[in-house]
């Protein structure tokens, strides 16, 4: 029973970012509008984490099943991409390395800027 209980608030939340999706004009998918109204309410305590951990932890750990669909469909169309592999493969290299230095400029940018507030709590700058 508990985890019935547990998967109802998952799917709850997950109903309510698909709700959230038809009804706001954003090009924001529901799974998104869901992920954030489940860490809103995580946040929040309106949900606890024991309410929802052991399912989430079920889900998760079943997860690559959801991926098998999509790549059996991938390899079904494996002729539309034949001539492009090379294109496909620079794309998401380039697409790659750009995230990688982002997310690298970005994290140095915020140690910078927590070290500064840290410094000054300290009093030595």
Known sequence: M?????????????FAGELMNY???????????????MFLLLLTGIVKLDQVEDTARFLMSIMPLFFIEP?????????????KVAALFIASFLSFA?????TGITAQMIR???GRKEDKADGSK
Not at 23 to 37: H, N
Not at 71 to 83: D, Y
């Open 23 to 37: 009804l706001l004009p954003f090009a924001v998918p529901a799974s998104v509008y869901g992920l954030v109204l």
């Open 2 to 14: 508990k985890y019935m209980f547990q998967l109802m608030i998952i799917l709850t939340v997950s």
């Open 98 to 102: 750009a995230v990688l230095g982002i």
């Open 71 to 83: 790549t059996v469909s991938f390899m079904n169309t494996l002729g539309l991409v034949e001539g």
């Open 112 to 114: 910078k800027h927590s």
